[in-house]
């Protein structure tokens, strides 16, 4: 079936440097095995894509800045899910995507921001409406606002507004997928929308080779005579941002003869001599093999950490938090330490001293990560796709 899916994003996607945008890039390429991708999104000119996958820049103002569409979005739900700017900026996102000459079959959402163009999008074309929920983000925002002690009325209100926000996109749609159980427990999924569980992933193959370690640990300055622990991810995102503040300002300090490399966009400034912070790293499975330990320090998230399934790919020990394990089969002990923040140093120090530990661990985390690889994971969208055009085919 030769499709023409929409696929609706409120920030930039490629090239993926980070856990949301990889895992959006993926999904695109799975999509494009069941017809032709518009991969829409701010600033997407000039995109190169492969064949198949086609770029569709959004032409909203209101999405190209990180602080309109992020933060200014979320206070606003202070006021309601249905403000004249969203009403606005939703209007600018449906006007560009209706002047291509394409009759979309399937409408694919990657975010609440532009969940009320994909509803009015595929009322238009009657097309098939697809949800991929990254996190349920009501859940997440009333984390980060209670980090922040804003005042529980405001709080509730914000979050009880999103949350209604993403009920109405699944209430509307043909299709969701969660990235974990707990999210999909979050909502109310009516009868005959098609749910489906499909949890982060990883490049198995890619990680499992190891890339170049050598060469990023000479890049980096990191000596070969400490163990190295390692956090992967883009410190533009709050709960990463914390947990790398956290390995920088209490992990760090006390555990002088370990190196610590934050990998990711953004990262913390820091003068500390066994803290190393490259940002973006070109070698992913490099920085990975490189590392002794794997760390996950965090306190706020839902969905599945992508960070998690590339360290199991690895077979790095890893010490997470119960919010680093959420939706992965992990059982402490066997397949990572599970922690709270204030008992890293404790694992950190137990694996440094013990290679029977560290040896189990990263045998099992390396078997356990074969199961998250992307391919398998991401063909539940052959069959999901279908369907779900197939059902508006058969209504017409």
């Known amino acids: 079936m030769g499709l023409d899916i929409l696929q609706l994003h409120r920030g930039p996607v490629y090239p993926p440097s980070n856990g949301e945008e990889v895992r ?22 000039g995109a190169e894509f492969p ?66 163009a994909a509803r009015l999008l595929a009322d238009h074309y009657d097309a098939a409406l697809l949800l991929n929920k990254h996190n349920a983000m ?21 979050v009880d507004n999103l949350r209604a926000h993403e009920q109405a996109g699944i209430d509307d749609a043909d ?15 009516p009868d005959g929308v098609r749910c489906e569980v499909v949890t982060n ?23 070969d005579d400490r163990t190295v622990c390692l956090f992967v991810g883009a410190c533009d995102y709050e709960p990463n941002e ?56 965090l306190t706020m998230g839902s969905g599945t950490k992508l960070k998690m399934m590339d360290y199991l790919a690895a077979g790095l020990p890893i010490v997470t938090t119960p919010v680093g394990a959420q939706g992965i089969d992990i059982v402490d002990g066997e397949t990572a330490l599970v922690r709270d923040v204030s008992e890293f140093e404790a694992a950190i120090r137990e694996l440094s001293s013990s290679p029977e530990l560290a040896a189990r661990l990263s045998a099992n985390a390396r078997a356990l990560g074969r199961q998250y690889s992307w391919d398998e994971l991401l063909s539940a969208y052959d069959d999901l796709v279908t369907d779900i055009a197939g059902r508006r085919v058969a209504v017409d």
Do not use: H
């Open 242 to 297: 914390e947990a790398a503040r956290r390995i920088v300002d209490e992990y760090a300090p006390v555990l002088s003869d370990v190196e610590f490399v934050i990998v990711g966009r953004d990262p913390p400034k820091t003068t500390r001599e066994n803290v190393y912070t490259p940002g973006f790293v070109d070698d992913l499975p490099g920085a990975l093999a490189m590392a002794d330990i794997a760390l996950c320090p």
């Open 24 to 45: 959006i890039w993926e999904t695109t390429k799975a999509l494009a095995d069941t017809g032709r991708v518009w991969l829409a999104y701010p600033d997407a000119d």
């Open 175 to 189: 299709a969701v997928v969660f990235q974990s159980a707990a999210d999909r427990e979050a909502f109310d999924v």
């Open 51 to 116: 064949p198949g996958v086609y770029a569709l820049d959004l032409d909203n103002p209101f999405l190209d800045y990180k602080t309109t569409r992020i933060y200014l979005w979320n206070a606003l739900l202070g006021l309601g899910s249905d403000t004249p700017i969203e009403r606005l900026q939703t209007r600018l996102t449906v006007r560009t995507v209706r002047r291509r000459p394409v009759d979309f079959d399937v409408v694919c959402s990657e975010s609440p921001q532009v969940l009320g």
């Open 201 to 223: 992933g990883t490049n198995y193959d890619d990680i499992a080779a190891g890339g170049d370690p050598e060469a990023v640990r000479r890049r980096l300055g990191v000596g």
């Open 138 to 158: 009501f859940d997440l925002l009333d984390q980060q606002l209670r980090s922040r002690s804003i005042p529980g009325p405001i709080r509730r209100r914000a």
